[in-house]
Structure formats: C-alpha cells, structure tokens
C-alpha cells in the first residue's frame, strides 16, 4: 500500500529554519507516511508548523484556520504558553522535538501523540528502525529487555560507558548537557517511540549527554553486545542503519548552527 501524503507548511521561519524543518520531514517519513513541504504559503495543508514569536506569522494563522477549521498546528516558542490544547515545541531545539512529534503521528489538531507501549511498534516508529524488515525487528525485540524506571531517575551520565540503547515505550525522559558555567542546557525531551543513546552504543565510547526521566517511563533496553553481532549478521540492516544515521547527522548539523545563531550576541547597530 502507498505511503499516505501529509502536507505541511511553515509560517514565520527564516530560510535556515525552513530548510532543517524540511529535512525533518524526511526523517520523520516512513512506510506509512510520507511528509510534504508545500510549494505555497497559500496552499491548504494538513499540518502548520507556526512561529509562535512571530506576530505576523500568528496574524497568518488566524486567517488560515478561518479557511480550513481542521487544520493541524504545531506552535514553536520559546517559551510554552499554549497549555495542552496545542501542540508547542520549544525554540530553539526544533529539530529533535519536531521529529517526535510527526514520526508520531500528530497529524490533525485533535491528534495527540499516541502512547506506544508494544515493542514491534515502539521499533516500527522510531527513526533507527523504522525501515528495517519485519524479520529483522523480530530479532531486535527478541535481544531487548525492558526496564521501568520512575520520574526523576538518571538514565545516564555524560562520560559513562554508552553499552546500551533506550526506546521509549512509555513517559518522558529530559537530555541535557552542562555548559562552560556548569548551568544546564536541555537539548531535547524524549517520548515514546523515541530513541536515546544509540551513538555512544553503536561507537562503544562514553556518554555525549545526560538523560533523566521527567516521568515514570518503561523504556526497552538494546545492549551493544547482543546487537553488534546481529549487524554483522545481517548486513541489510546495518545499511539501513547507517542511512538513517546519515539522516539525523543532518539534522544535528542544522541544530547546532540553531544554538550557535542563538547564543551569538547581536551585531551593534
């Protein structure tokens, strides 16, 4: 069956922003979705993607929604001021929470995203595996274990020995690293079907990030002893893997150039 069409659009970004935002959609497309930029600012859409700091771009959404009630929204701030009626991603750090957001399946604006709580569909959703076989993900739940950890409990830390990979099945984990000053600086929150530390897993070096439970969470663990040797066995996977990780390289070069524009001091007049 045809992958489903779900067009987007984007009110109130900057170019730089709009072209990570359309690598997101390609990221976040799948077997069973695949996610359009539209061509025109007019154009009806399933989903808008809006600047919610842009007071022009909020005036546009206004007018929009008087054409097309049902449209989709997802409202980026910088600071949530929406409550749970809408959607809202934090800006900066689009690139992660955007992702999770469409790969799960927040499509029209009474769509929340869904608890994943089955193995097979946690793996059918999540980036990393999305494109692998039926077969192959077979293998991969049968050398997982899963853990249930409560709110405010630390997964891991930066610097400690990246053996294992998490996929979120249920609840929140935070990702955070500490500056120069030591203060935190949050990269990202994580839900279900989501992934956390896949690149220190797969590299065997330590951690790049902290990630702590912001809710009780059940989180299916993958450890590197038992999924090396599954890659080497079936090399298709590991080519799909490595595409995918090609992918999100692209979109953490774009998140970085975000926190590195933010954190730029503004040009004297």
């Known amino acids: 069956m045809a992958a489903k069409t779900i067009t987007v659009n984007v009110i109130g970004f ?3 922003d709009r072209r ?59 600071n949530s001021r929406f409550g749970a009626e809408h959607i809202c991603i934090r800006r900066p750090l689009i690139a992660s929470q955007l992702h999770g957001v469409l790969a799960l399946g927040a499509t029209r604006k009474d769509s929340a995203p869904a608890l994943v709580s089955h193995k097979h569909q946690a793996l059918n959703k999540s980036f990393l595996f999305r494109n692998m076989s039926p077969s192959d993900l077979e293998k991969i739940v049968a ?6 950890l409560p709110a405010q409990h630390v997964v891991f830390e930066v610097a400690d020995a990246g053996v294992e990979m998490c996929v979120v099945l249920s ?13 935190e600086v949050v990269l990202g ?31 299916l663990m993958i450890h590197r002893r038992d999924f090396m040797p599954f890659l080497e066995q079936n090399p298709k996977a590991a080519i799909d893997l490595i595409k995918v990780l090609a992918l999100r390289l692209r979109l ?7 926190l590195i524009a933010e954190e730029e001091p503004p040009h004297p007049a």
């Open 143 to 148: 050398l997982s274990r899963v853990v249930t």
């Open 20 to 78: 990570m935002i359309r690598n997101i959609l390609s990221v976040a497309s799948n077997n069973e979705c695949a996610y359009l930029m539209a061509g025109a600012d007019h154009e009806l859409v399933d989903i808008l993607i809006v600047n919610a700091d842009d007071p022009a771009a909020m005036a546009a959404w206004s007018e929009y929604r008087e054409i097309d009630t049902d449209v989709g929204v997802i409202f980026a701030s910088a």
């Open 252 to 258: 953490n070069t774009e998140q970085l150039a975000e």
């Open 171 to 183: 609840g929140r984990l935070k990702v955070s690293v500490a500056n120069r000053e030591g203060r």
């Open 189 to 219: 929150t994580v839900g279900p079907g989501e992934i956390v530390g896949e690149i220190a897993m797969l590299d065997g070096r330590g951690r790049s990030a902290t990630a702590m439970t912001l809710t009780s969470c059940d989180l």
């Open 14 to 16: 900057v170019e730089r």
